[in-house]
């Protein structure tokens, strides 16, 4: 039997401190497989563990299958944990290891069958005699994997457990994960900071930032139609582009946005999501773009629906097929509080910030109207002091594409292919009519 989970305004807090998790509602389909994402301390695992009841639930009410479950002691839940560290029993053989949970359920049953079958499944089925010692990282973790699927719970939940792996073997292990969660058909709940695990492992992905539920959706439209600068900087990778913009709508001329020093005009026949702008006129947004939504080529090559920019080399990034090339157009990046990696500012650069008080104080203006994004922009009309900097734009190009640092290069922006965000960092288009496929 597999499970529905639902989380219906759940909230966590240890002791008298600020919210671990903070009202978060959630339903997990019997069967589903969903990611829980975001940066260190969000309150993934605390989710996790409340679900599992090893956690008590502050406020709110979990249901297991519609019956409510705050209360129901985790042995009775019929769920099985996998965290990061193996915790296997070392001197028990694998075999034992991945009987023992079979052992404890009954101990006078034949647990042969089951311990082959487990094996067999995870490609372990020739380390049955040996003690955890003797095997490697990845084996030790499928043991782990084949310990928690052994006596068939009924929902899996996952605590980071790729993560003491090196890059190639948790690649392996998370194409195995998939394909065992869907042979067995049983509801995961699996807790990932790396999104690139999320996504390509779960149906869903909830994202979580500092405890409170950000966005939930399949892969696709978290990433097509991120709510707000926070999922859009988080998934992906080369990290959305985000930069500080005013929108000016003059009237009886179209409209355009203020990138620092360029500007992108908009056409004169403004889609409807384009007009979804208008009532921003003289407002700093956010502009976000992908780094495949701007490209190196100059105006003459222009195709409908691309507008010119120039940059300034600052940085390239080979990766072997393709380059990232770090640009400076003179526009200033929005800050996106909580992120894990914020782009860090070369050592040298000597920009304007907003300093720890104002950074504070504007979060928690934000933060006291919306308890979900939170962007933070420098000031209107702030002096702008630019030296050096890592650039506020990076752009893909093929990696035979020669470029000198310094030089300035002709860019041409996809309008299509922006997002734009509000003050407190939520999206405003596109709408989701204007994503296709989704
Ligand atoms: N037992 C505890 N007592 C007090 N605070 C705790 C306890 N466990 C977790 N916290 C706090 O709750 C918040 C959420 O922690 P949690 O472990 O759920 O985050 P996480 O997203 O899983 O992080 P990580 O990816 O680093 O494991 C953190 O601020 C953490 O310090």
């Known amino acids: 039997m597999t499970r529905a989970i639902?989380?219906?305004?759940?909230?966590?807090?240890?002791?008298?401190?600020?919210?671990?998790?903070?009202?978060?509602?959630?339903?997990?389909?019997?069967?589903?497989?969903?990611?829980?994402?975001?940066?260190?301390g969000c309150g993934k695992s605390t989710v996790l563990r409340m679900i599992a009841g090893l956690e008590d639930?502050?406020?709110?009410?979990?249901?297991?299958?519609g019956e409510h479950a705050?209360?129901?002691?985790?042995?009775?839940?019929?769920?099985a944990m996998v965290f990061q560290s193996f915790a296997l029993y070392p001197n028990m053989t694998i075999r034992d290891n991945i009987g023992f949970p079979l052992r404890v359920q009954d101990p006078h049953a034949d647990r042969t069958p089951r311990v082959?079958?487990?094996?067999?499944?995870?490609?372990?089925?020739?380390?049955?005699?040996?003690?955890?010692?003797?095997?490697?990282?990845?084996?030790?973790?499928?043991?782990?994997?084949?310990?928690?699927?052994?006596?068939?719970?009924?929902?899996?939940?996952?605590d980071e457990p790729l993560s003491n792996l090196d890059a190639k073997l948790r690649s392996q292990l998370r194409a195995e994960i998939a394909q065992l969660t869907a042979e067995l058909g049983v509801t995961t709940l699996y807790v990932t900071h790396d999104q690139v695990?999320?996504?390509?492992?779960?149906?869903?992905?909830?994202?979580?930032?500092?405890?409170?539920?950000?966005?939930?959706?399949?892969?696709?439209?978290?990433?097509?139609?991120?709510?707000?600068?926070?999922?859009?900087a988080f998934v992906g990778t080369p990290r959305m582009n985000l930069l500080q913009a005013v929108v000016q709508a003059p009237l009886g001329r179209p409209m355009s946005i203020v990138l620092g020093r360029q500007r992108l005009p908009l056409p004169a026949e403004l889609s409807a999501d384009q007009q979804l702008l208008r009532i921003q006129q003289g407002r700093q947004i956010i502009v976000g773009l992908r780094s495949e939504a701007a490209r190196i080529a100059p105006p003459s090559q222009a195709r409908a629906g691309e507008v010119a920019l120039t940059g300034i080399v600052q940085h390239l990034d080979y990766q072997g097929h393709e380059t990232l090339v770090h640009l400076d157009t003179g526009s200033t990046p929005a800050v996106v509080a909580d992120l894990?990696?914020?782009?860090?500012?070369?050592?040298g650069s000597s920009r304007r910030t907003t300093g720890p008080g104002m950074l504070t104080r504007i979060k928690d203006r934000a933060l006291a109207q919306i308890a979900a994004p939170v962007a933070v922009l420098d000031p209107p009309k702030a002096p702008r002091q630019r030296a050096v900097s890592a650039g506020d734009l990076v752009v893909r190009t093929g990696a035979d594409l020669r470029l000198r640092t310094g030089a300035q290069v002709p860019l041409l922006v996809d309008m299509a292919q922006l997002y734009f965000f509000d003050q407190l960092?939520?999206?405003?288009?596109?709408?989701?009519?204007?994503?296709?496929?989704l």
């Open 70 to 79: 705050n209360d129901i002691p985790p042995s009775e839940r019929d769920m």
């Open 340 to 347: 894990e990696s914020p782009r860090q500012q070369q050592p």
């Open 6 to 40: 639902s989380l219906h305004h759940v909230s966590k807090r240890y002791r008298r401190a600020e919210h671990a998790v903070d009202n978060v509602s959630l339903n997990v389909e019997p069967g589903e497989f969903l990611v829980l994402l975001g940066p260190s």
């Open 57 to 65: 639930i502050t406020e709110g009410d979990l249901y297991l299958d």
């Open 116 to 158: 082959e079958e487990t094996a067999r499944m995870l490609g372990i089925g020739d380390l049955l005699d040996r003690y955890p010692r003797q095997l490697s990282g990845g084996e030790r973790q499928r043991v782990a994997m084949g310990r928690a699927i052994s006596r068939r719970p009924s929902a899996f939940l996952m």
């Open 425 to 437: 960092g939520r999206r405003i288009c596109p709408t989701p009519a204007q994503v296709p496929g």
């Open 197 to 232: 695990e999320a996504m390509s492992l779960g149906h869903r992905v909830a994202v979580l930032r500092g405890g409170v539920l950000q966005q939930v959706g399949t892969p696709r439209e978290i990433y097509a139609l991120p709510d707000n600068v926070f999922v859009a």
